[in-house]
């Protein structure tokens, strides 16, 4: 049965074994109906088969007096194990397809004294370049800039929105990232948060304008309070809202606290920037790593995966699939065994429940019966067909072969 619209490969024929020729006075099949009026000396012998099923007596071809195989090419001496044609069709299948949002980190980073004096830096940046490494942060991007600094401004953050080590994406990035670690220490007075809050979110509003596709992260991370900068903003409730406006143009804003930060600031701070609660097992909102400046490895994993999301859908989409066609066989190439092909010295033979059949040829699948088979085209044929009851047969047969024997007239029906 062909598929319309298909592209069909030629398949490669293998012969399976070159057996003994039928003599040309009988040849491969005889008419039942002749064998029945036959006398005794002239039934079949043991080495010929008589499928009820069909009307004709298959002769296996036997070697002579002398035990000499037949030529090849003669009688039934080529007998080809039938090989499927395979088709390449077009289908729609139902797929689950995973989205990844982009994410980029601007991580304003205190180096402050009192990050030395608490000896909370080394472990800190360890901590932070374990981040860097780690292969869950594969894929995430990665900005970094410390407060204070000299040129830094509160008013306008001025200093701060323009990063030590601009973007890059980790794993890459990650040495950028720790040549620029390595060469800070805490240094100055004082905690700007307020200059570091503007920056930081500032810079983030202004990437996500330029990338509408990404999703820009502003990280906070301290180990002190607002407190000792000169010129800048205390209030904690006017601190929160930087971040509270910076989230209503998209910006999520994450706190990040070390021991000695003031928490019910950071907490604020992390709420009105919209960022999750960072551990829901702590009573702080902001992450807390207090307990240890290495946690801080944990806390920007956290971050991580709270704001790296993968979204998964389901949608139609077409696939290309290769179908072995088990009702179409090809037509041999030329090969040693068989120089040219006879479309009139053809016969195909179907096995299938210890019972062997042989199947007719008729003209088209308009004319198609139980047992028969057809050419794809009557003068130029590439393919042998089934007729559809007998590929129904096939197909339910666990333990079909289809044979095809050459070099014998082609039995027709009457």
Not at 51 to 64: A, C, K, N, R, W
Request: aromatic fraction near 6%.
């Amino acid at each position: 049965m062909a598929i319309s619209g298909q592209r069909f490969f030629a398949i490669a024929w293998v012969g399976v074994a070159a057996l003994s020729a039928c003599t040309p006075e009988i040849g491969l099949y005889e008419r039942q109906s002749q064998r029945r009026d036959a006398g005794p000396a002239e039934q079949p012998d043991a080495a010929q088969s008589q499928p009820e099923d069909s009307g004709i007596v298959l002769v296996l071809p036997q070697p002579d007096a002398a035990g000499t195989e037949p030529e090849v090419g003669s009688c039934g001496a080529s007998v080809l194990k039938a090989k499927s044609i395979v088709v390449e069709r077009e289908i729609e299948v139902w797929t689950d397809v995973v989205t990844t949002k982009p994410a980029t980190f601007y991580l304003m980073f205190d180096q402050s004294l009192s990050m030395g004096v608490s000896q909370l830096w080394q472990p800190a940046v360890g901590a932070l370049k374990t981040f860097l490494t780690s292969e869950q942060s594969e894929d995430v991007s990665v900005a970094l800039q410390y407060f204070p600094i000299a040129q830094g401004e509160c008013a306008t953050g001025d200093g701060y929105v323009t990063p030590d080590v601009a973007p890059g994406m980790l794993p890459g990035h990650a040495d950028a990232l720790a040549r620029s670690l390595d060469t800070h220490a805490p240094a100055g007075l004082g905690t700007p948060i307020q200059g570091a809050l503007i920056g930081v979110t500032e810079y983030c509003k202004a990437y996500q304008a330029q990338h509408p596709g990404e999703q820009c992260v502003s990280i906070l991370a301290t180990d002190g309070k607002p407190e000792l900068a000169i010129g800048c903003d205390e209030d904690p409730a006017e601190l929160a809202a930087i971040a509270g406006r910076a989230h209503d143009d998209g910006v999520i804003t994450f706190a990040v606290g070390l021991q000695g930060a003031n928490f019910e600031l950071l907490d604020e701070i992390a709420r009105q920037g919209g960022a999750p609660d960072c551990d829901p097992m702590q009573p702080s909102y902001a992450c807390n790593v207090s307990q240890g400046p290495d946690k801080l490895a944990d806390a920007l994993a956290a971050i991580r995966d709270s704001v790296v999301t993968s979204t998964v859908h389901t949608e139609r989409v077409k696939k290309l699939e290769h179908v072995a066609l088990s009702c179409e066989w090809s037509i041999p190439a030329a090969s040693d065994e068989f120089r040219v092909f006879d479309r009139d010295k053809v016969n195909i033979r179907l096995s299938y429940g210890g019972e062997t059949s042989m199947l007719v040829r008729v003209p088209s699948l308009e004319a198609c019966t139980d047992h028969g088979w057809y050419y794809d085209s009557p003068q130029s044929p590439n393919r042998f067909i089934a007729c559809p009851t007998l590929c129904d047969t096939i197909e339910d047969a666990v333990d079909a072969q289809v044979d095809i024997l050459l070099g014998c007239q082609t039995w027709l029906p009457e």
